[in-house]
């Protein structure tokens, strides 16, 4: 059987570039044209096989609206990864990326998995941001950097494989008889939206 790693994983920036949407999309492979945006935070859960391990992701998908920024901290202050998104459509959600970005080293995990998800994808015909400018900041800054297109299920799986690649195996040796490490520290109330 094989070892579980859990994954407190969050996802990250402004209402609307459609955080909720490939989480949907992720973890139970449904996308909403009429998603209601995040209050607060949802949270919800996918086990997938990396290797000889199972990867549960443990998802906060974050509000966008500005009046929930503060409690972000909250929320990815215990992660292994962060998924910053942005719309590709959207010059400014890509400016608002490179805020979290800073916020995250400032005062995220030192070793935390950074992810940036170009959104919307399949809007390319009125791109604002160029893939190749979304390649150069993630490289500049050590990021996995995906295209995802939660409407047309693009790339969805390859984001969480991506994360999961970055992610050190368990070592049994290091944590006891079970194997298995715990990487969540859970300081937020629990709560379940489906989309």
């Known amino acids: 059987m094989s070892e579980i790693q859990k994954l407190h994983t969050s996802f990250l ?10 989480v949907c999309r992720f973890v139970q492979d449904h996308f909403d044209h009429n998603i209601s ?9 996918k086990t997938v096989p990396c290797g000889n ?13 500005e009046r929930f920024h503060s409690l972000a901290p909250m929320y990815y202050r215990g992660s292994a990864a962060a998924v910053i998104v942005y719309d590709i459509t959207k010059q400014d ?3 608002t990326l490179k805020k979290w970005v ?3 080293k400032e005062h995220g995990p030192e070793n935390i998995v950074m992810a940036i998800a170009g959104n919307k994808c399949d809007l390319s015909d009125i791109r604002e941001v160029p893939l190749k400018d979304a390649k150069e900041y993630a490289e500049s800054i050590g ?5 995802t297109s939660a409407k047309n299920a693009i790339n969805i799986e390859e984001l969480f494989q991506g994360i999961s690649r970055q992610i050190p195996p368990l070592d ?24």
């Open 102 to 104: 800073k916020e995250l």
């Open 13 to 22: 920036l402004d209402t609307g570039v459609g955080k909720s949407s490939i």
């Open 143 to 147: 990021a996995i950097v995906v295209e």
């Open 93 to 95: 959600s890509f400016h």
């Open 172 to 195: 049994p040796q290091e944590n006891g008889n079970t194997g298995a490490i715990k990487l969540v520290k859970q300081t937020a109330p629990t709560s379940r939206r489906c989309c």
């Open 53 to 65: 391990e199972l990867h549960k992701f443990l998802i906060w998908d974050t509000a966008g609206q």
């Open 37 to 45: 945006p995040t209050i607060g935070a949802s949270f919800m859960t």
